[in-house]
Protein backbone atom coordinates (compact mmCIF):
# COMPACT_ATOMS: atom_id res chain seq x y z
CA UNK A 1 0.00 0.00 0.00
CA UNK A 2 2.55 1.87 0.83
CA UNK A 3 4.28 2.04 -2.41
CA UNK A 4 0.92 2.28 -3.96
CA UNK A 5 0.86 6.11 -2.28
CA UNK A 6 4.61 6.72 -2.85
CA UNK A 7 3.62 6.23 -7.03
CA UNK A 8 0.36 8.13 -6.92
CA UNK A 9 2.21 10.93 -5.05
CA UNK A 10 5.07 11.04 -7.78
CA UNK A 11 2.88 10.80 -10.50
CA UNK A 12 0.68 13.69 -9.07
CA UNK A 13 3.97 15.27 -8.72
CA UNK A 14 4.89 14.87 -11.99
CA UNK A 15 1.64 16.36 -13.55
CA UNK A 16 1.69 18.93 -11.17
CA UNK A 17 5.28 20.45 -12.79
CA UNK A 18 4.47 20.82 -15.95
CA UNK A 19 2.27 24.27 -15.20
CA UNK A 20 4.66 25.72 -12.67
CA UNK A 21 7.58 25.55 -15.29
CA UNK A 22 5.51 26.84 -17.42
CA UNK A 23 4.33 29.31 -15.13
CA UNK A 24 8.06 29.82 -13.94
CA UNK A 25 9.72 29.97 -17.31
CA UNK A 26 7.42 32.58 -18.71
CA UNK A 27 7.90 34.83 -15.80
CA UNK A 28 11.11 34.57 -16.35
CA UNK A 29 11.16 35.23 -19.89
CA UNK A 30 8.84 37.95 -19.17
CA UNK A 31 11.80 39.37 -16.86
CA UNK A 32 14.72 39.14 -19.23
CA UNK A 33 12.66 41.28 -21.98
CA UNK A 34 12.49 44.16 -19.39
CA UNK A 35 8.09 43.26 -19.81
CA UNK A 36 7.94 43.50 -16.11
CA UNK A 37 9.42 47.34 -16.37
CA UNK A 38 6.11 48.04 -17.38
CA UNK A 39 3.61 45.55 -16.70
CA UNK A 40 3.08 43.11 -13.44
CA UNK A 41 0.97 40.19 -12.72
CA UNK A 42 -1.71 41.45 -10.89
CA UNK A 43 -1.46 45.20 -10.76
CA UNK A 44 -1.67 47.94 -12.43
CA UNK A 45 1.98 49.56 -13.67
CA UNK A 46 2.65 51.73 -16.65
CA UNK A 47 0.72 49.00 -18.34
CA UNK A 48 -2.44 47.52 -17.04
CA UNK A 49 -2.05 43.95 -15.28
CA UNK A 50 -0.85 40.61 -17.31
CA UNK A 51 -4.11 38.82 -15.73
CA UNK A 52 -6.20 41.84 -17.08
CA UNK A 53 -4.73 41.03 -20.52
CA UNK A 54 -5.36 37.83 -20.33
CA UNK A 55 -9.06 37.86 -18.93
CA UNK A 56 -9.67 40.32 -22.02
CA UNK A 57 -8.50 38.02 -24.20
CA UNK A 58 -9.60 34.42 -22.80
CA UNK A 59 -10.96 32.16 -25.14
CA UNK A 60 -10.38 33.85 -28.43
CA UNK A 61 -8.90 31.62 -30.66
CA UNK A 62 -6.22 33.77 -32.44
CA UNK A 63 -5.33 35.80 -29.01
CA UNK A 64 -2.08 34.33 -28.57
CA UNK A 65 -1.05 35.40 -32.54
CA UNK A 66 -2.48 39.10 -31.72
CA UNK A 67 -0.72 39.73 -28.54
CA UNK A 68 2.55 38.37 -30.21
CA UNK A 69 2.10 40.83 -32.52
CA UNK A 70 1.29 43.43 -29.97
CA UNK A 71 4.65 42.79 -28.15
CA UNK A 72 6.72 43.20 -31.37
CA UNK A 73 4.85 46.26 -32.91
CA UNK A 74 3.37 47.79 -29.99
CA UNK A 75 -0.19 49.40 -29.74
CA UNK A 76 -1.82 51.83 -28.82
CA UNK A 77 -5.19 52.79 -27.49
CA UNK A 78 -6.31 49.40 -26.05
CA UNK A 79 -6.03 50.22 -22.86
CA UNK A 80 -5.07 53.75 -22.18
CA UNK A 81 -3.33 56.92 -23.87
CA UNK A 82 -0.33 55.64 -22.87
CA UNK A 83 0.84 53.27 -26.01
CA UNK A 84 2.62 50.34 -25.47
CA UNK A 85 6.40 50.46 -27.63
CA UNK A 86 7.52 47.90 -30.10
CA UNK A 87 9.67 45.04 -28.30
CA UNK A 88 12.09 44.49 -30.93
CA UNK A 89 14.71 43.13 -28.88
CA UNK A 90 11.68 40.16 -28.55
CA UNK A 91 11.99 37.40 -31.72
CA UNK A 92 8.54 36.53 -33.12
CA UNK A 93 9.25 32.81 -30.82
CA UNK A 94 9.77 34.85 -28.01
CA UNK A 95 6.61 36.65 -28.04
CA UNK A 96 4.27 33.72 -29.01
CA UNK A 97 5.87 32.27 -25.82
CA UNK A 98 4.78 35.32 -23.73
CA UNK A 99 1.95 35.76 -25.72
CA UNK A 100 1.08 32.38 -24.52
CA UNK A 101 2.09 32.30 -20.98
CA UNK A 102 -0.09 35.68 -20.58
CA UNK A 103 -3.14 33.61 -21.41
CA UNK A 104 -2.50 31.71 -18.64
CA UNK A 105 -2.67 34.04 -16.43
CA UNK A 106 -7.00 34.85 -16.44
CA UNK A 107 -8.39 34.32 -13.22
CA UNK A 108 -10.41 31.16 -12.86
CA UNK A 109 -14.45 31.75 -13.94
CA UNK A 110 -16.42 30.86 -10.77
CA UNK A 111 -18.89 28.66 -11.03
Known sequence: MY???KLALGSAALLLAAPVQAQTTGLDLAKSKACMACHQ???KRVGPPLSSVAERYAGQPEAADYL???IRNGGRGAWGAVPMPAQSQVSPD???ELA??????APA???
Not at 100 to 105: A, D, P
Open 3 to 5: LNL
Open 100 to 105: QWVLTL
Open 41 to 43: VDS
Open 109 to 111: KKP
Open 68 to 70: ANK
Open 94 to 96: EAR
